[in-house]
């Protein structure tokens, strides 16, 4: 028995060192991540035609609701206590969630709008009238979504009737419709590409065999 405890009190240590020699002293890689995920810039439908001014790549959050143009501000915050001095801050626009009423769409849409777009469009008379200005600010400040639901708006029978009443008040033409439009549209590209042959074969050069 001895015997045993003395052999077993003996492989005791090169065990335990075997068993740390297989331990790391360097940090476990972390399965998670405090960093943010990039925001995804939203992008229209190939129906819709583009916007002109393009999303907002810098405060990429105005892409998904009605802002009004208003953007993260940054400035200084100055104390003027005991520890005078100046401290660097941010000031977030105030973004709330509201259920606005459409006329056009007949619905009830909850959107992500500013204080001050809220504001220009209880002075617009409406949210159609807020989207249907065609003045160049109006548009610049509607962003990517406002554009989205500005065509939506646009596409509704009564804005269609509305415009066909003012086409007929300025006696101006009715617009083609889609399927005449793709006629055309095919009729002026087939017509484009019959040009550019023809330019090519004139300026093809012209062999003389007898010269050879």
């Given at each position: 028995?001895?015997?045993?405890?003395?052999?077993?009190?003996?492989?005791?240590?090169f065990s335990l060192s075997a068993a740390f020699r297989n331990l790391s002293l360097t940090a476990p890689k972390r399965s998670f991540s405090t960093t943010l995920a990039t925001q995804k810039i939203k992008q229209l439908p190939?129906?819709?035609?583009?916007?002109?001014?393009?999303?907002?790549?810098?405060?990429?959050?105005?892409?998904?609701?009605?802002?009004?143009?208003?953007?993260?501000?940054?400035?200084?915050?100055?104390?003027?206590?005991?520890?005078?001095?100046?401290?660097?801050?941010?000031?977030?626009?105030?973004?709330?969630?509201?259920?606005?009423?459409?006329?056009?769409?007949?619905?009830?849409?909850?959107?992500?709008?500013?204080?001050?777009?809220?504001?220009?469009?209880?002075?617009?008379?409406?949210?159609?009238?807020?989207?249907?200005?065609?003045?160049?600010?109006?548009?610049?400040?509607?962003?990517?979504?406002?554009?989205?639901?500005?065509?939506?708006?646009?596409?509704?029978?009564?804005?269609?009737?509305?415009?066909?009443?003012?086409?007929?008040?300025?006696?101006?033409?009715?617009?083609?419709?889609?399927?005449?439009?793709?006629?055309?549209?095919?009729?002026?590209?087939?017509?484009?590409?019959?040009?550019?042959?023809?330019?090519?074969?004139?300026?093809?050069?012209?062999?003389?065999?007898?010269?050879?």
């Amino acid at each position: 028995m001895a015997g045993l405890q003395s052999r077993s009190a003996m492989s005791l240590p090169f065990s335990l060192s075997a068993a740390f020699r297989n331990l790391s002293l360097t940090a476990p890689k972390r399965s998670f991540s405090t960093t943010l995920a990039t925001q995804k810039i939203k992008q229209l439908p190939e129906y819709i035609p583009p916007y002109p001014y393009g999303p907002n790549y810098v405060y990429r959050q105005s892409n998904t609701g009605l802002y009004g143009g208003v953007t993260i501000q940054f400035g200084n915050k100055i104390s003027k206590g005991r520890n005078e001095g100046k401290t660097r801050r941010m000031w977030k626009p105030n973004v709330r969630r509201k259920k606005i009423y459409s006329d056009a769409l007949e619905d009830w849409l909850y959107i992500k709008v500013t204080r001050k777009a809220l504001r220009t469009i209880r002075k617009s008379g409406g949210l159609d009238n807020y989207l249907l200005d065609d003045r160049p600010g109006r548009v610049k400040e509607l962003g990517v979504f406002g554009w989205e639901l500005r065509w939506r708006v646009m596409q509704t029978p009564k804005i269609q009737e509305q415009f066909r009443q003012e086409r007929k008040r300025l006696g101006l033409p009715e617009p083609p419709s889609f399927e005449e439009w793709v006629q055309q549209k095919e009729a002026e590209i087939k017509a484009k590409a019959e040009d550019q042959t023809n330019i090519k074969e004139a300026t093809k050069p012209i062999y003389n065999d007898k010269l050879y």
